[in-house]
């Protein structure tokens, strides 16, 4: 069985970390308040408790911030934000799993276990975004994201508060679409409405 059959919901995976607080105080901001997929979001803070990261989007976002727990299942039109300290995942059965299995470059939470789980279990019903950041990670699973027909957006590294994230995600895995962070948001919307009519592929 497809394991991409067992997720209905659209999702979309955000990876970011250097410049990132910025970068996704303007997504979050400009996403659709009845958003038709769920919002994940890998950001390397450094710090030991993300309650004050989601309290500080949850300010400028259209949508619900939480942190995301483990076994529950992901809501249209929320975001959730993973743990410190914890990989993050989205099960077969699209239910979130959290693990501590070693740091995968350096990073725990890992932007790469986050894309690639999504990739696996969402299918083409994935979009994938990279934006500012200081080290490769996201990289890997975005190439998923796209091996299993999902859709890539990845922030012009010019545009980009620190340009190592982007810029490796073009390198290594490509994208769908390349923009300046201001046009993320909107491109999204775009796509999932799109998605509900048929497929994103039309952007």
């Known amino acids: 069985m497809n394991p991409a059959a067992n997720t209905k919901l659209p999702l979309v995976a955000v990876g970011c970390s250097a410049g990132g607080l910025r970068a996704l105080h303007v997504l979050l901001a400009g996403l659709s308040p009845d958003l038709a997929a769920s919002v994940v979001v890998v950001c390397h803070t450094g710090s030991e408790d993300v309650s004050l990261l989601c309290e500080l989007l949850a300010r400028s976002s259209a949508l619900p911030v939480g942190e995301a727990i483990e076994r529950t299942t992901p809501l249209a039109a ?18 979130f799993a959290l693990s501590v299995d070693p740091r995968v470059g350096f990073a725990r939470p890992s932007i790469d276990v986050l894309f ?67 046009e993320i948001a909107a491109l999204v919307n775009r796509l999932l409405s799109q998605e509900r009519d048929g497929g994103m592929r039309n952007e």
Do not use: F, W
Not at 82 to 87: M, R, S
Not at 142 to 155: D, H, N, P, S, T
């Open 78 to 95: 929320h975001v959730y934000i993973a743990p410190t300290g914890y990989h993050l995942l989205v099960g077969d059965d699209g239910r």
């Open 116 to 182: 690639e789980s999504v990739a696996d279990t969402c299918g083409a019903r994935a979009i994938g975004v990279i934006m500012t950041g200081a080290n490769s990670d996201g990289a890997a699973g975005l190439k998923r994201i796209r091996e299993r027909g999902g859709y890539a957006v990845v922030q012009e590294p010019a545009d980009a508060e620190v340009e190592l994230m982007p810029a490796s995600a073009l390198e290594i895995a490509g994208a769908d679409r390349c923009v300046r962070l201001e």
